[in-house]
C-alpha cells in the first residue's frame, strides 16, 4: 500500500462561479457542495457564452479534493499563469490533473508541459497526447494509419476552402479543437452544400479556428470509460448514448442543445444506458477498439472514448477524451462516473483509482487494489 502523499488538485474553475479557494488559503476539509441551484446557474450561463464550457464547476473540485482526502493531503491549485510559482513552492508527491489549460488548441498540454518542467509525476496523459486528441484530425490520422476505423474527414480553414470540393452528405461539421459539445449544434448536421457552407462559416467565425467535416455515421452511439495502463487497462460498462428522448425533429446527435439545455436537472433526458444493451461479440469489438485506440494514442491513466455504428453497424472511433468530465452529481448525466457507478465504483473510489493507476505507473504503488 501506498502511504498518504501530497497530492496537488490542479484545475480550472468556470466563471461566473464563486472561485475555489487557492492552495494557500484552502481549508483542508472544504465541504463538498451539491447544489442544483448552482449547477443550473452554471448551466444558464453555459447558454450564454461557452468559452468556458470544458471548465469543471466548484461542485466536480470539491468533490475530487473529497475523494483524494480520504487517504491523502490535498492542496488545491488553480491553473492559471501562477500556477508554475505555485506548484514549484508546493512541490507535492504528485499532481491530480483535471485542468483543461487557458486557452489554444494545446491548451491542455499547458499543466502538464509544466509539471514535466518542474519534475513533478501526475495523473493523466503527457503533453504530446493531450494536444494531439484535441486535434481530432491529428488524432484521426493516427488512428487511420494503423488502420483503426474512424469517419472520412477533411479539414477547412474558411469556406473558400470548400470551392472544388465535393464532399460526400450527410456529414457533420465541428470545431476543430474543442470539447463538451462546444460548436456543436443541431444545425452541425448538414444535408447540403449550401448547409456546410453556412456551418462551416458559424465554426470558423465564432470560434477562429478550422472546421472538421465529417462522413456522418447514423448509427447507434456509445461512450467508453478506461482506466489503467498496460495490460491492466480496465474497460468500464459501456454507455449507449441515446437519441429517443430529443425534441422531435431534432438531428441523432449528442449536441450542446441537448447536453447543456434540453437535458437539466428539472426535466431529464434519458440520454445513456448503462450498461449498453449489446451482444458479448459487439461489446468485445468495442471494449478492443477502445483499447487499441487508446494504446495508439499512448493515453495514461484514464480516458473516455466515444465511438458510433455506421448503417452497416461497424464501430468507429469519434473522439478521445483524455481529461474526461467528471461531474460527480448522478443527475447530471456525466458518463465516466456513471459508467463506473455501473462497475460498482463510487465516484470517490474512481477518483482513487485514476490516482492509483498513476502511482503504478511511476513506481509509487506495486499494484492496483482490485
Ligand atoms: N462523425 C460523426 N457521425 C455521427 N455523429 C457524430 C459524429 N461526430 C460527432 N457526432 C455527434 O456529435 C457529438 C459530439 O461530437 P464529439 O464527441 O466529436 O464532440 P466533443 O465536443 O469533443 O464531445 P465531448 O463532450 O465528448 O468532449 C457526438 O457525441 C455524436 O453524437
Ligand atoms: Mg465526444
Not at 464547476?57 to 470539491?62: G, H, K, N, S
Not at 460548436?183 to 467565425?205: C, H, K, L
Not at 484514464?302 to 478521445?320: Q, S, T
Request: glycine fraction near 4%; proline fraction near 7%; include cysteine.
Amino acid at each position: 500500500m501506498s502511504t498518504s502523499l501530497h497530492v496537488a488538485l490542479v484545475y480550472n474553475v468556470k466563471h461566473e462561479e464563486t472561485p475555489v479557494a487557492s492552495a494557500t488559503e484552502a481549508p483542508s476539509t472544504a465541504p463538498r457542495t451539491n447544489n442544483s441551484v448552482a449547477v443550473d446557474a452554471a448551466r444558464a450561463a453555459l447558454t450564454r457564452d461557452d468559452t468556458y464550457a470544458e471548465w469543471d464547476t466548484e461542485e466536480t473540485i470539491l468533490a475530487v479534493k473529497s475523494a483524494l482526502e480520504q487517504r491523502h493531503r490535498v492542496s488545491l491549485v488553480e491553473a492559471d499563469r501562477n500556477a508554475f510559482n505555485v506548484l514549484a513552492s508546493l512541490q507535492p508527491d504528485i499532481v491530480f490533473n483535471i485542468a483543461e489549460g487557458l486557452r489554444g488548441p494545446s491548451r491542455e498540454a499547458q499543466i502538464p508541459a509544466v509539471l514535466e518542467m518542474l519534475g513533478l509525476p501526475y495523473t493523466g496523459s503527457d503533453p504530446l497526447t493531450l494536444g494531439i486528441c484535441l486535434d481530432k484530425s491529428r488524432a484521426k490520422e493516427i488512428l487511420a494509419y494503423h488502420g483503426v476505423a474512424t469517419p472520412a474527414f477533411h479539414v477547412v480553414e474558411s469556406v473558400s476552402d470548400l470551392v472544388g470540393l465535393d464532399l460526400p452528405l450527410p456529414a457533420i461539421v465541428k470545431p476543430l479543437h474543442e470539447g463538451s459539445s462546444k460548436g456543436i449544434m443541431n444545425s452541425s448536421v448538414v444535408r447540403t452544400p449550401q448547409e456546410m457552407e453556412a456551418e462551416v462559416r458559424r465554426v470558423t467565425e465564432r470560434y477562429h479556428e478550422p472546421a472538421l467535416i465529417e462522413q456522418f455515421l447514423t448509427g447507434r452511439e456509445f461512450t467508453v470509460a478506461l482506466i489503467g495502463n498496460g495490460d491492466d487497462v480496465r474497460v468500464l460498462p459501456i454507455v449507449e448514448i441515446k437519441f429517443d428522448d430529443l425534441p422531435a425533429g431534432a438531428n441523432p446527435i449528442w449536441s450542446f442543445e441537448a447536453k447543456w439545455m434540453w437535458d437539466t436537472l428539472d426535466k431529464p433526458l434519458d440520454v445513456h444506458e448503462c450498461p449498453a444493451q449489446l451482444t458479448p461479440e459487439l461489446e468485445h469489438k468495442i471494449a478492443e477498439l477502445c483499447k487499441r485506440s487508446y494504446r495508439l494514442l499512448r493515453c495514461r491513466d484514464w480516458c473516455r472514448i466515444d465511438v458510433r455504428f455506421d448503417a452497416a453497424g461497424e464501430p468507429h472511433l469519434i473522439e478521445l477524451n483524455p481529461l474526461p468530465g467528471i461531474l460527480p452529481n448522478p443527475d447530471d448525466h456525466s458518463c465516466f462516473p456513471q459508467a463506473a457507478r455501473a462497475a460498482g465504483i463510487d465516484y470517490d473510489r474512481m477518483i482513487n483509482m485514476v490516482l492509483d493507476a498513476a502511482l503504478v505507473r511511476i513506481g509509487r504503488r506495486n499494484s492496483l487494489p482490485t
